[in-house]
């Protein structure tokens, strides 16, 4: 059964992105044979960059549009990575005191 889904798999995620290493990984752990590997990532790639490039050929237009958007995205994605990562290493540093005086009352 493995072998019957196995191609379809990766055509499915060469097609579209995000899980594509984590696929990869899995087809090397069940040692998928390489030449149907090879066969259905290519023709995931051909669909992907296929898709790619027809987007930017039919939608390249609105880029004049949206160019005066691009730089708040820009700027809000920054706050909100900076937001993120101050939360975090405060949560961080918090917890890391919490277990140390845990640690020293037990010791």
Request: hydrophobic content about 50%; overall charge positive.
């Amino acid at each position: 059964m493995t072998q019957l889904w196995g191609g379809k798999t990766i055509f499915a995620v060469k097609s579209t992105t995000g899980l594509c290493w984590a696929t990869f990984v899995a087809a090397g752990i069940v040692k998928m044979d390489f030449k149907r590997f090879l066969k259905y990532s290519f023709l995931g790639g051909i669909i992907w960059s296929g898709s790619l490039v027809a987007m930017g050929y039919f939608y390249g237009y609105l880029w004049r549009s949206m160019k005066q958007y691009i730089s708040w995205i820009g700027w809000i994605i920054f706050g909100i990575t900076a937001i993120s990562f101050a939360i975090i290493t405060l949560y961080k540093n918090r917890e890391a005191k919490k277990l140390l005086r845990e640690e020293k009352k037990y010791s």
